[in-house]
RNA sequence: GGGCGGUUAGCUCAGCGGUAGAGCAUUCGCCUUACACGCGAAGGGUCGGGGGUUCGAAUCCCUCACCGCCCACCA
């Protein structure tokens, strides 16, 4: 083992992280512990998608997850916190399409089987990436656990998971008008859409009569889906157009006739209170063909180009058809006006493509029942969220829910377990020729040949050989393969073995926390408990912790296109990982999002720094000392004071940490072990440590060691969830300093308090007070007087105005002061006269006044200002005070503690505005 | 169109009913035998505007302004 005064005094990460996480591994200290009587306290990692690597809002949520997770296991509880990685389906299945594109080739230059054949090896490269980010970042997982959501085990609850919802009725299959990314070329629910505001235009197009008796002028943002409109609607309402509807109208361009009917969807007082009815295209305008048995006219496709049936424009993509629309409108007199018009664009959340609402044959979940159970969990307090703020919109998301649908038609994904038999199917030769003709089913219309002609779709998760009804082997398995959100929903039953009934599901399930970015509160922890509810009939997990997001300096999210990531393992190699914790912990307020620049970094690298020097010091002063036993009643007042302020953190950090709030938490470890721990309590035993007149055989200097000791041991043990390197590290070096190396691991607990009763009496913490103000005002007047730092200077107190208390403490803890002040000549004079010397500087200390001579030192003008300047104060201060009891309905209406508080401050500031006018007067004369 | 959150020191943010706080930045001193990734001291805010409730409001209520999210089938 290294001397203490040996060890570098900067603390230098690498080694220290490289050591103890191996160490913690293979100790097992990541495995829950053996139940008996412990409560099980379990999370589950919100799955990072595969697709790359970690980002600053990974580090957050993980960083925040280990801090709960150590905490609780320090605490004793059997601690599971279980790793995993999510296929992420679109997102993922894009960065391997993109991979190929620079290949100059596309996923149908491939086999279905060639091309995940790719994806499966970039999964592999990604998730060993973000797996040892994670254990770069201390996460303290069970690795013995690690899950994908695409691993054989989930694959198995995903298919269990369909056959039930199937079995139920939940889960069907239909054409509906569906969000469909063109580039993407899939579809996708409701809640994947995102929108954003964007400017764009209003056209006014006149629509003629067929009889040839007059016009309607509709108003489109969308003037190239009039290629299929059927039906122009109006209010009933409407007396602009009261018995009109009925009439048939020629719709130009196309010159087919359409009818005008009634429709109470129209808002009157919108545009000309007319609207085209595109029933394929829209999907106000699909429930309104719905009502009025209207026939849909498919113009775009899924391809996002225009289809035959768009006449003259098809193949043309949608802008320039709008463009062409536009034109052949004018030019034939039917475009009235344009207006500037802004309008919610939706977009697609995984490569913000223009969405097209299509028609299209796909699987939906019934929610409605399961989106109520979720919403009752959270009503009733069963499902908590932090803070409680989310819960509003949550349930509210909840309780307006439409059915979701899960099928998508990309290859990276848990392939739909629905197979369709041809022999026993309704299928004609015709219809077969074009299913056998396009395997991969790129013409998305073949796909509805294949479900519409099945009788009996034949639900199972295995390869089916052949069909079970009629022994047939022309068995096609539906192509679509599930959300990625399908199986992430399942993520807390599949981790602990469901849909076995095991022992982890039953030992942690529910689980107790979800820790989530809100981003994902619909998207993810909505559907988690609506299938845990569902399948399980129990909630999966108690707390939900919304966190914040990371955004960059300006406030900005975080993305790759807008160059501002910040990438955690940087910040890991320049500042350490601790710091990069420290920092995440610190700022992340809950419910708060947080800028993150190096500012914040340095700050928490200084921080680790301080703790690494505190603790050389701490261990340069133990060298060859035992830790003794030494009641408090018999350490000094500064002993017991810290140790009270210790104990009060701790209850904080406990207190901070049950309620979700970590940044108050790291705060307040930051404020005790840097002001208190470091700037007071350790200058003020270090003359008891060190130099010539130190007895280090004393009780005095064996308290105080003793003291430093517990409280370092203490403050590493409440610093160790969030900073687990450094920590772990100090300690094993203060115990083998201590001279009785530890078997066991910080990291294995306990969290506690050394002394059972530390809070004896208020005493110390009066007595400390008055030394840092005694200490605070002769260090002004020092700085103020410019002098010299080296120089000790000569103190007279005028005790004589002084209560027994001040006077009692005073001469218990004089020899702080002296120390701390640099003072030469400590004069106390008790009562009688006490005479300001000349020459000198003055200040006042609670009920009592200092003089400090500095004879060539003294500058009047400055003293002037100084004393001035704290009269002014004084008085103001005073002013307040004297209206607020002078205020009968204050005395009357406050509470008596509150006006007793204020009476005593009010008579110490007039007792120092006393002495502050004596010392002007004797500077004036 | 609804809902939520924000507006506090130059910057980033705490505080959320009893005399305005931290870190960074700034100014002045200091290599004081743990730490210059440090120590000591100082300056700096009518807590977005306006009303109200209260003995008392940065903190509670109303309202306005600006910023940011989320939700929503006004073409």
Redesign the pocket.
């Known amino acids: 083992m290294q001397r203490p005064q040996d060890i570098p005094?900067?603390?230098s990460p690498e080694e220290t992280e490289a050591k103890w996480y191996p160490a913690w591994e293979s100790r097992g200290s990541f495995k829950p512990r053996p139940n008996g009587d412990r409560t099980a306290f379990t999370i589950v990692i919100p799955p990072p998608n595969v697709t790359g690597s970690l980002h600053m809002g990974h580090a957050l949520n993980n960083t925040l997850q280990d801090v709960l997770v150590r905490w609780r296991r320090m605490k004793g509880d059997a601690a599971l916190w279980v790793p995993g990685t999510d296929h992420g389906g679109i997102a993922t299945q894009n960065v391997v399409e993109k991979l190929l594109k620079k290949e100059g080739k596309t996923r149908h230059d491939f086999s279905r089987d060639q091309f995940l054949e790719r994806m499966w090896a970039w999964r592999k490269e990604s998730g060993d990436t973000i797996l040892h980010q994670l254990r770069r970042l201390g996460c303290s997982l069970d690795w013995t656990r690690t899950r994908f959501t695409m691993d054989e085990a989930s694959s198995r609850a995903v298919a269990a998971a369909f056959a039930a919802f199937f079995e139920r009725g939940l889960i069907y299959q239909g054409v509906r008008l569906v969000n469909w990314c063109p580039r993407c070329a899939t579809a996708l629910s409701?809640?994947e859409v995102?929108?954003e505001e964007r400017s764009g235009f209003?056209w006014h197009i006149r629509y003629p009569f067929a009889d040839g008796r007059g016009d309607v002028v509709?108003?489109?943002?969308?003037p190239e889906t009039m290629l299929g409109d059927t039906a122009v609607a109006v209010n009933s309402s409407d007396e602009r157009y009261a018995g009109q509807a009925g009439r048939m109208i020629r719709l130009p361009l196309m010159d087919r006739p359409i009818p005008l009917v009634a429709d109470d969807?129209?808002?009157?007082?919108?545009?000309t209170?007319a609207?085209?009815v595109t029933p394929a295209h829209?999907?106000?305008d699909f429930?309104i063909g719905a009502r009025h048995g209207l026939p849909h006219e498919r113009v775009i496709g899924f391809d996002g180009k225009m289809t035959s049936r768009a006449g003259a424009f098809a193949g043309l993509s949608i802008k320039e058809c709008r463009e062409k629309v536009v034109a052949a409108l004018e030019a034939q007199g039917f475009l009235v006006k344009v207006e500037p018009h802004r309008?919610?664009v939706s977009i697609c959340y995984r490569c913000s493509t223009t969405i097209e609402p299509l028609e299209s044959s796909q699987w939906f979940l019934k929610t409605s029942a399961m989106a109520d159970a979720a919403a009752r969990a959270t009503e009733e307090g069963r499902v908590q969220i932090h803070p409680a703020?989310w819960a509003?919109?949550y349930v509210?998301?909840l309780r307006?829910n439409r059915d979701w649908c899960v099928s998508r038609q990309i290859w990276w994904g848990h392939q739909i377990p629905v197979w369709y038999c041809l022999d026993c199917g309704d299928y004609s030769d015709e219809k077969i020729r074009r299913i056998r003709e396009d395997p991969a089913f790129k013409n998305e219309s073949v796909k509805s040949i294949l479900r519409e002609g099945a009788r009996r779709p034949i639900v199972q998760s295995d390869p089916l050989s052949a069909c079970p009804h009629c022994g047939g082997t022309n068995v096609v398995r539906d192509p679509d393969v599930l959300d990625t959100w399908f199986s992430s929903g399942l993520w807390p039953l599949t981790t602990l073995g469901w849909p076995d009934e095991t022992e982890a599901l039953r030992r942690h399930y529910p689980t107790s926390v979800l820790a989530t970015g809100?981003?994902i509160l619909?998207l993810w922890v909505a559907r988690m408990v609506m299938m845990g509810l569902a399948l399980r009939n129990d909630i999966p997990f108690r707390d939900v912790f919304i966190h914040g997001i990371v955004r960059d300096?300006q406030?900005r999210k975080m993305s790759k296109s807008l160059n501002n990531v910040i990438d955690p393992l940087d910040i890991m190699k320049k500042f350490g990982t601790d710091a990069l914790r420290f920092a995440l912990v610190s700022?992340a307020?809950p419910?708060?999002?947080?800028?993150m620049a190096d500012?914040?970094f340095?700050?928490a690298?200084?921080f680790?720094?301080?703790i690494w020097?505190?603790s050389?010091?701490v261990m340069?002063n133990l060298n060859g000392h035992r830790p003794e036993a030494i009641p408090l009643a018999d350490r000094s007042p500064v002993d017991r004071w810290v140790v009270q302020r210790f104990a009060d953190t701790l209850s904080e950090v406990n207190a901070y940490l049950t309620q979700f709030d970590p940044a108050?938490a790291a705060?307040a470890l930051?404020?005790f072990f840097?002001n208190d721990f470091?700037?007071w309590y350790?200058?003020l035993v270090?003359p008891l440590l060190?130099?010539a007149e130190t007895d280090p055989a004393g009780i005095a200097a064996r308290s105080a060691r003793q003291t430093l000791s517990e409280v370092l041991d203490g403050v590493l043990r409440a610093l160790h969830p969030i900073m687990p390197f450094i920590t772990e590290e100090l300690w094993h070096a203060l115990w083998s300093t201590l001279g009785t190396s530890p078997t066991g691991l910080l990291m294995d607990g306990p969290f506690e308090c050394p002394w059972s009763d530390p809070l004896s009496d208020d005493e110390d913490r009066r007595g400390l007070a008055l030394v840092q103000e005694a200490?605070?005002a002769l260090?002004?007047v020092?700085?103020?007087m410019?002098v010299?730092?080296?120089k000790r200077i000569a103190v007279l107190v005028n005790l004589t105005g002084a209560s027994s208390a001040t006077k009692q403490r005073l001469s218990r803890l004089a020899s702080h002061i002296v120390h701390l002040a640099k003072i030469a000549d400590w004069r106390v004079v008790e009562s009688g006269e006490c005479s300001r010397p000349p020459q000198s500087a003055s200040a006042v200390v609670g009920d009592f006044e200092v003089f400090i001579p500095l004879e060539g030192l003294i500058d009047f003008a400055k003293e002037r200002v100084r004393l001035e300047?704290w009269k002014a104060d004084a008085a103001?201060?005073l002013v307040?005070?004297e209206e607020?009891l002078t205020?009968p309905?204050?005395r009357?209406?406050?509470?008596a503690d509150?006006v007793a508080e204020i009476e005593t401050?009010r008579t110490e500031?007039k007792a120092q505005l006393a002495r502050l006018d004596a010392f002007l007067r004797a500077l004036a004369g």
Request: charged share 30%; hydrophobic share 25%; glycine share 8%.
């Open positions: 005094s900067v603390y409701d809640i995102e929108h209003l509709v108003a489109t943002t969308r969807a129209v808002d009157s007082a919108f545009g209170g609207v085209k829209d999907a106000t429930e309008n919610a703020s509003k919109p509210a998301w307006n809100h981003e619909y300096k406030g700022q307020s419910g708060r999002d947080m800028q500012d914040n340095v700050g690298r200084n680790a720094n301080k020097n505190a050389r010091f340069m108050q705060r930051y404020g840097w470091c700037d350790i200058e270090k060190t130099g200490v605070t260090r002004t020092r700085s103020d410019n010299p730092p080296g300047k103001s201060s307040r005070d607020r205020n309905e204050f009357q209406r406050a509470p509150k401050r500031t």
